[in-house]
């Protein structure tokens, strides 16, 4: 089964608007943390939701777990140019390991 | 602020040859995660080591990979006889102790197999 699976694909946006961003998922999870990844490098971490949590805030990131339909959403408030990237959930499911299983990501083009 | 760090950034072999990429992860750490992205693809899982040992691996590290912390600050990825569809990316990835938390990953290593 595939976890962590973001739609859309893609999303192109004007500056000033909100992204929204969704990711769906199989199996129960410890967590879900979003990265951020801009074109060819590294990935960044933005922001981590556990499973007992149902929202979560940082600065213009506003974060939704429902583990009951096992999805989580992404807002990112007031976009600007420099949010254009790729956005990757990951879910790290049980055992001792604590991997990550990522999603195949969202491209966000936000347009000045 | 603390990072892991991976060198080489870039490398390109040939078919065959052996590479060996490094990270050094954040020091106080105690579990460490190798994983690549194909270009254009999603992030995959490698393997995991925690106490000196591998703690989990996937189908794709095969017996031509091998991990090794041969001393307290460096974490290596060894792929002993390179193939094509070796060219990725590869993260190396930390975390600290205790249940879940966030995993903080490095800058990669951009690798070409020609």
């Known amino acids: 089964s595939q976890q962590g699976e973001e739609d859309p694909q893609a999303l192109s946006i004007q500056e000033g608007e909100n992204a929204t961003m969704n990711c769906s998922y199989k199996t129960s999870i410890n967590n879900l943390q979003w990265y951020r990844q801009n074109s060819g490098r590294g990935l960044v971490h933005l922001i981590l939701?556990?499973?007992?949590?149902r929202e979560k805030h940082s600065g213009r990131l506003r974060v939704t777990l429902d583990t009951s339909k096992k999805s989580s959403s992404l807002l990112i408030t007031a976009s600007r140019a420099a949010d254009t990237a790729s956005y990757f959930c990951a879910t790290e499911s049980g055992g001792s390991n604590y991997k990550l299983t990522f999603g195949k990501g969202t491209l966000l083009t936000v347009n000045p | 602020e603390p990072e892991v760090t991976q060198t080489p950034s870039h490398q390109v072999t040939q078919m065959g040859q052996e590479v060996i990429l490094r990270c050094v992860p954040i020091?106080?750490?105690?579990?460490f995660y190798w994983y690549r992205q194909i270009l254009g693809q999603k992030v995959e899982f490698l393997v995991s080591f925690y106490n000196n040992e591998i703690s989990e691996k996937s189908e794709i590290f095969d017996d031509q990979f091998s991990v090794e912390r041969p001393d307290g600050s460096n974490f290596t990825l060894k792929i002993r006889s390179t193939k094509l569809e070796d060219s990725a990316m590869y993260f190396c990835?930390?975390?600290?102790?205790?249940?879940?938390?966030?995993?903080?990953f490095g800058p990669g290593t951009r690798l070409l197999v020609l």
């Open positions: 939701i556990r499973s007992n949590e």
């Open positions: 990835a930390s975390k600290g102790a205790g249940l879940s938390g966030i995993q903080y």
């Open positions: 020091s106080n750490h105690l579990y």
